[in-house]
C-alpha cells in the first residue's frame, strides 16, 4: 500500500465496471484512490452485451481506442423471437441515431474488466487484487474504512474519507445494513454456458443480441456472440418453474427448455459447450438505501434489474461516473454526508425506472409490443431509445402511460423512501 497509515481519500470495493469507473475518475479528479478486488485473476462473468448509451462513458474513460482496437463484436441491433419461432424486425440502433456510438460491442468480461481496472490504474488509482474485504468499517454510522485480508494474509483496517461499495451481487454494505430487497415480481433464475462454433447471422447481423421465447412462453434465451466464435447462451424463466421446483441437473433443465425453443436449437446444432452450466437466482433487486455517511453503493451493490435488454454494465458505469462526481464534491466542500455521496440518485432512478418498466412489460403474457406498436406507432423511436440507453439523454417517459393500458406497470420509486 502506498498512501500513509492505509489512509486514502476513497476506497473502492470491488473491480467490476462500476467499481473501476468510479476509482478512474476519482483518482483522475487527483484525490487518493485505493480499488481493492478480490479476484486475483480476471474471471468469468456474464453481462456480456453492451449498450450503445455506454459510448459517452467509454469516452470520458478514455477507453473508446481500446475498445475499437479489440476483437469483440461488434453489436448493431437487437432481435426477438415470439413463442412460434418467427423472428422480428431487429432493432437497429443506427437507424435513429447515425452517429458512431449506435455500434457497440459484445464482451468477454474477463478481458473487458481488465481492460477497464488497467485503465483506472494508468488514471493513478491504486488497484490491489487478492484482496478480500471482510467489512465496510463504520463509527458512530459513519464510514470509516474497511477492513481487509491483504494478499500477503494479513489482516488490516484501511482508513477513507469515502468507501465505495462496488461489490456486485455480493452487496457488501446492504446485506451489513438490511436493505437489500428482491423485486417480489421479477424472482427469476437462470442457466448459461458458453459454446464455440454457434450458428451467426451474415454482416452487420453477425453480432447481434438474440432473445428467444421457448413455445409455451416459460421461459426465454439469449443468444450473445463473442469473439474466437464463441457464443454466449442461457435461458431465464421464474425461478420457482426454472430452479426450485425442477428435478434434473442444470444441463437436463437447459436441454428440456433448448427443446422447447426451435431456433435456438438451429443455431447450437453445430455447437460444442465449452463448461459445465452455471446457474444464478433471483436477479432482480435494490437497496432501499444508496448512501451514508461516508459510503456510497454503485453498480449491482446498489440494484440489479433482470438482464433481458442487458442494462447491467450500462447501469454499473453509469452510476460509477455519477457517483465519482459526487465525491469529488464531497472532498471538495468536506461534506461526506449521505445526502451529498447520493445527491446523483435523482438523476440516476428515471432511467433505471425506464429499464425496469419495460421489463415489466416483457414478463406480462398478455402484452404483445408488436400489437402495442400498431397501436402506438408513435413510441416506437421510444423503446429503442430505451434498448440504446440513451435513457439519460431523452425523454423515454411518454411511452409509459399508452402502455399501461395494456398491461401493470410497477409505481415509481419514491425518492424519499431512499435514506440520502
Same mark, same amino acid.
Given at each position: 500500500?502506498?498512501?500513509?497509515?492505509?489512509?486514502?481519500?476513497?476506497?473502492?470495493?470491488?473491480?467490476?465496471?462500476?467499481?473501476?469507473?468510479?476509482?478512474?475518475?476519482?483518482?483522475?479528479?487527483?484525490?487518493?484512490?485505493?480499488?481493492?478486488?478480490?479476484?486475483? &485473476? =480476471?474471471?468469468?462473468?456474464?453481462?456480456?452485451?453492451?449498450? =450503445?448509451?455506454?459510448?459517452?462513458?467509454?469516452?470520458? /474513460?478514455? !477507453?473508446?481506442?481500446?475498445?475499437?482496437?479489440?476483437?469483440?463484436?461488434?453489436?448493431?441491433?437487437?432481435?426477438?423471437?415470439?413463442?412460434?419461432?418467427?423472428?422480428?424486425?431487429?432493432?437497429?440502433?443506427?437507424?435513429?441515431?447515425?452517429?458512431?456510438?449506435?455500434?457497440?460491442?459484445?464482451?468477454?468480461?474477463?478481458?473487458?474488466?481488465?481492460?477497464?481496472?488497467?485503465?483506472?490504474?494508468?488514471?493513478?488509482?491504486?488497484?490491489?487484487?487478492?484482496?478480500?474485504?471482510?467489512?465496510?468499517?463504520?463509527?458512530?454510522?459513519?464510514?470509516? *474504512? !474497511?477492513?481487509?485480508?491483504?494478499?500477503?494474509?494479513? !489482516?488490516? &483496517?484501511?482508513?477513507?474519507?469515502?468507501?465505495?461499495?462496488?461489490? *456486485?451481487?455480493?452487496?457488501?454494505?446492504?446485506?451489513? /445494513?438490511?436493505?437489500?430487497?428482491? %423485486?417480489?415480481?421479477?424472482?427469476? *433464475?437462470?442457466?448459461?454456458?458458453?459454446? &464455440?462454433?454457434?450458428?451467426?447471422?451474415? #454482416?452487420?447481423?453477425?453480432?447481434?443480441?438474440?432473445?428467444?421465447?421457448?413455445?409455451?412462453?416459460?421461459?426465454?434465451?439469449?443468444?450473445?456472440?463473442?469473439?474466437?466464435?464463441?457464443?454466449?447462451?442461457?435461458?431465464?424463466?421464474?425461478?420457482?418453474?426454472?430452479?426450485?421446483?425442477?428435478?434434473?441437473?442444470?444441463?437436463?433443465?437447459?436441454?428440456?427448455?433448448?427443446? @422447447?425453443?426451435?431456433?435456438?436449437? %438451429?443455431?447450437?446444432?453445430?455447437?460444442?459447450?465449452?463448461?459445465?452450466?452455471?446457474?444464478?437466482?433471483?436477479?432482480?433487486?435494490?437497496?432501499?438505501?444508496?448512501?451514508?455517511?461516508?459510503?456510497?453503493?454503485?453498480?449491482?451493490?446498489?440494484?440489479?434489474?433482470? =438482464?433481458?435488454?442487458?442494462?447491467?454494465?450500462?447501469?454499473?458505469?453509469?452510476?460509477?461516473?455519477?457517483?465519482?462526481?459526487?465525491?469529488?464534491?464531497?472532498?471538495?466542500?468536506?461534506?461526506?454526508?449521505?445526502?451529498?455521496?447520493?445527491?446523483?440518485?435523482?438523476?440516476?432512478?428515471?432511467?433505471?425506472?425506464?429499464?425496469?418498466?419495460?421489463?415489466?412489460?416483457?414478463?406480462?403474457?398478455?402484452?404483445?409490443?408488436?400489437?402495442?406498436? @400498431?397501436?402506438? =406507432?408513435?413510441?416506437?423511436?421510444?423503446? +429503442?431509445?430505451? /434498448?440504446? #440507453?440513451?435513457?439519460?439523454?431523452?425523454?423515454?417517459?411518454? +411511452?409509459? &402511460?399508452?402502455?399501461?393500458?395494456?398491461?401493470?406497470?410497477?409505481?415509481?420509486?419514491?425518492?424519499?423512501?431512499?435514506?440520502?
Amino acid at each position: 500500500m502506498t498512501a500513509s497509515n492505509y489512509e486514502y481519500d476513497v476506497i473502492v470495493v470491488g473491480g467490476g465496471p462500476a467499481g473501476s469507473t468510479t476509482a478512474a475518475l476519482t483518482a483522475d479528479y487527483g484525490h487518493s484512490t485505493l480499488l481493492l478486488e478480490r479476484d486475483r &485473476e =480476471p474471471s468469468f462473468k456474464i453481462g456480456e452485451s453492451l449498450m =450503445p448509451g455506454t459510448y459517452s462513458t467509454f469516452e470520458r /474513460l478514455g !477507453v473508446l481506442g481500446n475498445l475499437k482496437a479489440s476483437n469483440f463484436p461488434r453489436k448493431h441491433s437487437v432481435q426477438f423471437f415470439g413463442a412460434s419461432g418467427r423472428a422480428s424486425v431487429p432493432f437497429y440502433f443506427s437507424e435513429n441515431n447515425p452517429h458512431e456510438s449506435s455500434v457497440t460491442w459484445q464482451v468477454l468480461r474477463s478481458e473487458f474488466d481488465e481492460m477497464l481496472l488497467d485503465n483506472a490504474r494508468e488514471k493513478g488509482a491504486e488497484v490491489r487484487r487478492g484482496v478480500s474485504v471482510r467489512e465496510v468499517c463504520f463509527s458512530d454510522n459513519k464510514a470509516s *474504512g !474497511v477492513k481487509a485480508r491483504l494478499s500477503d494474509g494479513s !489482516v488490516r &483496517e484501511l482508513v477513507a474519507k469515502v468507501v465505495v461499495d462496488a461489490t *456486485g451481487m455480493s452487496a457488501l454494505v446492504s446485506r451489513k /445494513l438490511g436493505t437489500k430487497a428482491m %423485486e417480489p415480481n421479477l424472482r427469476k *433464475g437462470s442457466i448459461f454456458a458458453h459454446f &464455440e462454433g454457434g450458428v451467426r447471422d451474415e #454482416g452487420i447481423d453477425e453480432g447481434a443480441t438474440l432473445i428467444l421465447s421457448t413455445s409455451d412462453r416459460s421461459a426465454w434465451f439469449w443468444y450473445i456472440p463473442l469473439q474466437d466464435k464463441r457464443v454466449s447462451v442461457g435461458v431465464v424463466g421464474d425461478l420457482d418453474y426454472l430452479i426450485q421446483d425442477r428435478e434434473g441437473t442444470p444441463q437436463e433443465i437447459f436441454e428440456e427448455e433448448l427443446a @422447447k425453443c426451435a431456433p435456438m436449437q %438451429e443455431r447450437l446444432a453445430p455447437a460444442t459447450q465449452l463448461f459445465p452450466m452455471k446457474v444464478t437466482r433471483d436477479f432482480s433487486y435494490r437497496s432501499s438505501e444508496i448512501s451514508g455517511e461516508g459510503w456510497v453503493l454503485v453498480g449491482d451493490a446498489f440494484g440489479f434489474l433482470d =438482464p433481458i435488454y442487458s442494462s447491467g454494465v450500462f447501469l454499473a458505469l453509469k452510476s460509477g461516473e455519477m457517483a465519482a462526481d459526487a465525491i469529488h464534491v464531497a472532498i471538495e466542500r468536506g461534506d461526506f454526508s449521505g445526502a451529498q455521496l447520493g445527491c446523483w440518485f435523482e438523476e440516476f432512478m428515471p432511467g433505471m425506472e425506464a429499464m425496469r418498466k419495460l421489463v415489466y412489460a416483457f414478463y406480462t403474457s398478455t402484452f404483445s409490443f408488436a400489437t402495442f406498436l @400498431k397501436a402506438n =406507432p408513435e413510441c416506437l423511436q421510444g423503446i +429503442i431509445d430505451i /434498448l440504446s #440507453g440513451l435513457v439519460y439523454e431523452k425523454d423515454v417517459t411518454y +411511452i409509459f &402511460e399508452p402502455m399501461g393500458k395494456m398491461c401493470d406497470l410497477p409505481e415509481d420509486v419514491d425518492s424519499y423512501t431512499v435514506s440520502l
